[in-house]
């Protein structure tokens, strides 16, 4: 029998140039909610590598290698699934993916997601980004499985695809996680209205966790991580400064919002179809 209630933090760090300060802040984090008792704790994306194209391939390290050790060891320890937000990989052909990995209580790896739409945009007097100058990415939707619920993650720009969405949750979600770092053209126009449509759409959690913001640096994070409700109800937001924040989140109430208006049911596959490719 699955559990109906878990408590979930989200934390809104600060990045650093220096991965050891990374995992010093990390530790120190994990320490102080100790004694909260979390089940799950989600990171940003990106959270140990300053957002630019140029970084990835430097800061990219292999599955299993220093970070992702670092990660895994922390879940251990603490006791708690871990959402290692994302961090650049590097595979065995040298390819750089933008990956985000979780982690369960006894440290082992249940979930890793390459980022599958590259943030290739160009707003006239607003942000300029080119993932892909970097950036390969991945082929696949991801959904886990955990004590709780099946959850499914994807990351930032993935989010803004409601095809994403939706096939993690016909796939068994109801709790979706998302590392992201909005900016500050696209923060205030689309952030909370998309944590929002894809929540009331598909009668899910949907969590955002992004990093703090530092107006020094070369892409400024809107950060305002959010969790949001079934009913597309915002359980939390932050602000843009450092900190983190701690929501229960009961899935009685998505199996309540679900079964009173059965959107999901209700879908007309006879008239049309939405399928994953599998590569
Ligand atoms: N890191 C990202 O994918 C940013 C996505 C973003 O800001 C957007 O507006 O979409």
């Not at 060891?73 to 699934?81: C, I, S, T």
């Not at 990989?89 to 979930?111: H, L, M, P, S």
Request: with cysteine; charged share 25%; hydrophobic share 40%.
């Amino acid at each position: 029998m699955s559990m109906a209630k878990l408590k979930v933090a989200q934390l809104q760090t600060k990045v650093y140039a220096e991965k050891k300060q990374t995992i010093e802040m990390l530790s120190s984090y994990l320490e102080t909610l100790s004694p909260e008792n979390v089940d799950l704790i989600t990171l940003p994306e990106m959270f140990a590598c300053p957002y630019q194209t140029s970084n990835f391939p430097i800061y990219a390290e292999r599955e299993g290698d220093g970070l992702w050790q670092t990660c895994s060891e922390l879940a251990k320890q603490h006791r708690v699934y871990l959402s290692a937000g994302s961090m650049p990989e590097v595979d065995e052909a040298g390819k750089v993916f933008n990956t985000a990995y979780v982690f369960d209580r006894e440290g082992k790896q249940i979930a890793k997601h390459r980022k599958a739409h590259l943030f290739d945009i160009n707003i006239q007097d607003g942000q300029h980004f080119k993932e892909s100058d970097t950036l390969a990415s991945g082929n696949h939707v991801t959904v886990f499985d955990t004590e709780f619920c099946k959850m499914g993650i994807c990351i930032c720009y993935d989010f803004r695809f409601p095809e994403i969405a939706r096939l993690m949750v016909t796939k068994g979600a109801k709790i979706i996680l998302v590392p992201a770092a909005f900016n500050m053209t696209t923060g205030p126009a689309h952030w909370e209205l998309m944590f929002r449509s894809r929540a009331v759409d598909n009668q899910a959690y949907t969590l955002g966790t992004a990093p703090a913001r530092d107006s020094s640096s070369e892409y400024i994070s809107w950060g305002h991580s959010i969790a949001v409700g079934p009913w597309g109800n915002v359980i939390g937001e932050l602000e843009e400064g450092e900190g983190y924040m701690i929501h229960e989140l009961d899935l009685d109430v998505v199996d309540q919002v679900r079964a009173q208006l059965p959107l999901l049911h209700h879908r007309r596959t006879d008239m049309y179809v939405l399928e994953e490719v599998r590569k």
